[in-house]
């Protein structure tokens, strides 16, 4: 059974800073990027940021360069959403993904195999 499980979504104001987090657990070996979309009111759901893990590549959306940071713990089989200066524009449900490939960073959600119920991220101005 795989399961991606976020946490740590919230409410800040402009400026302010969150980390996400995605547990995963039974995820085939042939899936090959892992990653956060998201998705705001009315919007269609946009790459954030993905990991190679076979690679080791991490690539993120121009909206969010800069200012988020992908990373992972392999340990824990965990990954991370760093996510500074937020902005107004970056409030939306964002999911944990997980597909074969990243395509360069250009993977869109028809290449997402698995998903994780998404978590609320709000920022006021």
């Known amino acids: 059974l795989v399961q991606l499980v976020e946490s740590g979504g919230g409410s800040v104001q402009t400026g302010g800073s969150l980390r996400l987090s995605c547990a995963a657990s039974?995820?085939?070996?042939?899936?090959?990027?892992i990653g956060w979309f998201r998705q705001a009111p009315g919007k269609e759901r946009e790459g954030v940021a993905a990991i190679d893990t076979g690679r080791g590549s991490t690539y993120h959306a121009d909206s969010v360069k800069g200012r988020f940071t992908i990373s992972r713990e392999n340990a824990k089989n965990t990954m991370y959403l760093q996510m500074n200066s937020l902005k107004p524009e970056d409030t939306a449900m964002y999911y944990c993904?997980?597909?074969?490939?990243?395509?360069?960073?250009?993977?869109?959600?028809?290449?997402?195999?698995?998903w994780g119920q998404g978590t609320q991220v709000t920022v006021s101005s």
């Open positions: 039974g995820l085939p070996y042939s899936n090959k990027c």
């Open positions: 993904a997980a597909g074969q490939w990243c395509y360069g960073g250009t993977w869109r959600p028809t290449d997402v195999s698995y």
